[in-house]
């Protein structure tokens, strides 16, 4: 069965720390992204990446950063956490190429920044 | 970019039918998605139209028209697990194949 795991469920911060979000698919998918998902707004493309080492800025990149060393993992990094960057955050991966190439999600973080 | 434009909430009564409506403009249109998201839950893939007409698939129905930048998802004998938010995704010819997501539609079923 088709599986993305976040790391972690819900997680609670402070203004200003280094904060890592940490998605793993075992689909071997080439496409992976991190959008998040707050009331009202809808799901929003913060980052994404076609391949290993690379990454695309979506349509919410400030404040944000990732990293993919491995093809199976997808890191968001909150550099300095801020209180508007409470959300839900939910990792996505996809096939590179394909008739539909819908999305498989993770079950989500909901990250509070105190 | 694009527009996606769905209603905010519905309701409708356990068995009953229901159309939810997704509006787009886009330049490139390459492909409507639905996702079905429980509260507290992953979005789900539902269907997916490219070519203009209607996709059965059980309960689950998904219409599109390109020419009018148009597409409805069509529940039938609703069951109240199919209390939902449902999520209307376009994807546009490009370099990427990133689906833009609308604001999502909250479906209460009720008995």
């Known amino acids: 069965d088709v599986k993305v795991t976040q790391s972690s469920r819900y997680l609670v911060k402070r203004t200003g720390e280094k904060v890592f979000l940490e998605c793993v698919q075992d689909?071997?998918?080439?496409?992976m992204f991190w959008y998040r998902q707050d009331p009202g707004l809808g799901l929003r493309l913060i980052y994404f990446s076609y391949d290993v080492k690379m990454k695309e800025k979506g349509d919410i990149p400030e404040g944000y950063s990732v990293s993919r060393e491995k093809k199976e993992r997808f890191s968001l990094i909150l550099e300095s956490a801020s209180t508007n960057q409470t959300s839900m955050y939910l990792c996505?991966?996809?096939?590179?190429?394909?008739?539909?190439?819908?999305?498989?999600f993770g079950s989500g973080t909901q990250l509070s920044v105190l | 970019g694009q527009n996606i434009d769905q209603p905010t909430e519905m309701t409708a009564t356990e068995g009953a039918i229901v159309q939810i409506n997704c509006t787009y403009q886009?330049?490139?249109?390459?492909?409507l998605f639905w996702y079905q998201q429980h509260a507290g839950e992953a979005p789900t893939f539902l269907s997916y139209?490219?070519?203009?007409g209607l996709e059965e698939k059980g309960r689950f129905s998904s219409f599109l028209s390109r020419s009018k930048g148009y597409s409805y998802l069509l529940l039938k004998e609703l069951q109240m697990k199919d209390s939902a938010s449902y999520l209307c995704?376009?994807?546009?010819?490009?370099?990427?194949?990133?689906?833009?997501f609308g604001r999502g539609t909250s479906l209460i079923v009720h008995p």
């Open positions: 139209n490219v070519l203009d």
């Open positions: 886009t330049s490139g249109f390459n492909g």
């Open positions: 995704a376009v994807r546009v010819m490009g370099g990427s194949y990133i689906p833009t």
């Open positions: 689909m071997d998918h080439e496409n």
């Open positions: 996505a991966s996809s096939f590179e190429q394909g008739a539909d190439e819908k999305l498989f």
